[in-house]
């Protein structure tokens, strides 16, 4: 849950879109090479699309789900998807697992070693993210800000967290 100590991050969608581009340069000036990229949903979707088209590779989707309550703030045991969405037959080679933050890093060190039993074509496993904060358990190979103990991030998405399709209605 959030510390209400912490300052908060507030996030506007030309700076989450200019993140993703940046994270993606790090990624390509690093020189290493992927053969997929796999987005950890619901986090990580935006992220893989840019990513997949950019590098122009396919996306894979595993979804994950750590987050509850009514506004998605609240952590919980992490819950790992039965299957990897992919037009790929199989999840193999070189993978860059991209998400949009390492929070406690608890789903990164839990969905890597499932990856890795689930899916043993996987040569090498890379991870990326936009925001790592200094109290995960694991930092990724890629990121592009370090955050010193756990602000609240609010993405520009997170409006729809709390929106109901009625009062998406009732603005037109």
């Known amino acids: 849950m959030k510390n209400p100590e912490q300052n908060d991050l507030w996030v506007s969608w030309d700076e989450y879109h200019r993140a ?29 699309d840019v990513f997949s088209r950019l590098f122009k590779l396919p996306l894979s989707v595993l979804s994950v789900s750590s987050y509850r309550g009514s506004a998605g703030q609240e952590q919980g045991q992490i819950q790992i998807g039965g299957s990897i969405a992919s037009v790929e037959k199989s999840l193999s080679g070189r993978v860059l697992l991209v998400d949009d933050l390492v929070d406690s890093g608890v789903t990164f060190r839990e969905v890597q070693p499932w990856l890795r039993r689930h899916h043993p074509e996987i040569t090498e496993m890379k991870s990326a993210v936009i925001w790592v904060k200094s109290v995960s358990v694991v ?7 370090y955050l010193e103990g756990s602000p609240w991030i609010h993405q520009p998405f997170e409006i729809y967290d709390t929106l109901s399709i009625q009062e998406l209605a009732t603005q037109k």
Request: hydrophobic share 45%.
């Open 20 to 48: 993703i581009e940046l994270l993606a340069l790090k990624v390509h000036e690093s020189g290493l090479q992927f053969d997929h990229i796999l987005c950890l949903a619901r986090g990580g979707l935006r992220i893989g």
């Open 139 to 145: 930092v990724p190979d890629f990121y592009l800000q």
